[in-house]
């Protein structure tokens, strides 16, 4: 068992490495080169799956089960994407903080100019929201509370889009960010590793 936990670590270290080199290049803002990224991860994550079977199939006396197959790809899946989030909590928090603080702000101005496309903060998108509601609907001063509790309502919808993009960043939402793919695709990989090279034992 332990020989599975240090192949999930060694995935996903090397996953890890490749998506970090992927970021630190921009290759992620564009999705034809975004996609190789995702192929490399892919064939490191099935590399990982295949040695580390093989592995422990040459330390079964030359016999894996189908099961064990499956049981041991999820398992080195699952440590592989722990690994990455760890890796990329500490990366973006405490290395390299700067490009966690510009990708905040690129969300914010993503989210903000779905609704005004003038505006690129949500402080800016609330105080132009008061300004086109006075333009656009006759009000008094009266008024003003109200359309100012309705640019802060709206406001508080772009704010909710921008702390979600924001949990990528914590231990929690990373890991859920990178399990739920990693697993997925690792129960698809074991499949096709342990219809190759699962056996059953001789009685």
């Excluded at 100012?148 to 890991?175: H, N, P, R």
Aim: aromatic letters at 10%; glycine letters at 6%; hydrophobic letters at 45%.
């Amino acid at each position: 068992m332990k020989q599975t936990y240090l192949w999930g670590t060694l995935a996903g270290a090397f996953i890890l490495i490749e998506t970090l080199v992927g970021n630190q290049l921009d290759i992620f803002k564009d999705p034809s080169t975004k996609l190789y990224i995702l192929i490399i991860n892919l064939l490191t994550l099935g590399t990982g799956i295949y040695l580390a079977l093989r592995d422990y199939k040459q330390r079964n006396n030359g016999h894996i089960s189908f099961a064990r197959c499956m049981f041991n790809g999820i398992l080195i899946s699952a440590m592989a994407a722990i690994v990455t989030a760890i890796g990329y909590i500490i990366y973006f928090n405490y290395i390299n903080p700067e490009v966690k603080v510009t990708y905040m702000k690129e969300a914010e101005t993503f989210f903000v100019k779905e609704k005004d496309s003038t505006a690129t903060t949500i402080a800016q998108y609330k105080e132009n929201f008061v300004v086109n509601y006075n333009d656009t609907v006759r009000t008094t001063q009266a008024d003003r509370p109200r359309i100012e509790q309705m640019a802060s309502d709206s406001a508080k919808v772009v704010q909710t889009k921008l702390d979600k993009a924001g949990q990528l960043f914590t231990f929690s939402g990373a890991v859920i960010s990178f399990t739920g793919p990693l697993v997925l695709i690792g129960l698809l990989l074991s499949v096709i590793v342990a219809s190759v090279i699962a056996t059953r034992k001789q009685q």
